[in-house]
């Protein structure tokens, strides 16, 4: 089964991307792949403005629960102008993607939007032609704290199952669970119960039933298998895994960095970021910044290894940027890694792994960890 994701201008590449790769970490039955290139661009004919009076009328639409209205009051003042965008006009663009890609009837085209929408949903398949659906990306930070690439893949998979589970809209509004029991079908309305249903990423009984008569074991196993990741995933995240034993780093034949223990989470960096960090993983006893200028001839061999560039002149003027402290381009990539890691497993287990130390001192990663070959 094939699930195309699209997206439109106003969603960040960075997200979009965190959700493919958040869907594609268990190889398996549901093939997910994007069109980064393919663009849905709303103008201003296509929304209108919806004004929300007070924050009580805003929070009841998103179904906000009363904890959250702290933070609702720090972003927004009333009446709150919103643009918004009709549920047939997000259909009409999977449709145009799906005409025009002749992407096949049983596939899905999800698309991945930052709009706000009519009836203020998060996610929905279309009712005349439910492999069509969007996702909202926009406005989760008021309910969970993480980045919305978690609940965004965890809808995408929702959408999959409800289009097996359901024969129409209104079958879903009639069958869903309105009593949060943290359920894929719970139809949550209010902030605690999507935390409930990310965090179990369960499917109960009798939603395990009617999905097993539409779809195989190895799909359903498949989807099971993602949510499953997805939840622990958003957990490290989260902070809220403490005490577990560290993973090591494993460093693949692309020069991607993995932690294996825990799920396998990939932690992003560009090649000269990678460069410094791998450098400081063949030296555990650390080096002080002002000292890199000595790294130079090593950061060489090890960017001329991963980057892929070829201008050798440009890419020895980026190493030496790096070794020179006046231009702080060290400085920048140890904080920049250093987020990469606090986003992936949560600041408590990353400072095992990024480099620190305090400023004008050694820095190092800690040396456990060198379980590598670069
Ligand atoms: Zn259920």
Redesign the pocket.
Known sequence: MKIHLIKDTGLSAEVFTEVLDLLNAVPGPLQFTCDADSLINFNEEDTFEHIYVEEKEFKAQKSVSSSSSLLLSQEYSFPLKRSTISWSKLFKSCNDYRLANQVPNGDFVMLLTEQNNERNWFACLDPQKPTNGFIQTSDWSYFIKCSAAFPVAYEVIALVLQKAMFNSIKDVQAN??KDA?G????LCVNKKDIILKLRTA???????AKLKEKLSFTTIQHAISIMESLRTKMLFSQNFKQAVELSPIHIDESNRIFLPGFENIEIKLTPLEKTLYFLYLKHPEGIAISYLTDFKEEMYSIYAKISGADNINEMRGRINDMGNITTGSASQKISKIKSQFVKAIGEELAKHYYIHGDNGEVKKVEATLKTFDI
Do not use: Y
């Open positions: 869903a669970h029991i359920c894929i079908n719970d369960d499917i109960c009984p009798e939603c395990m």
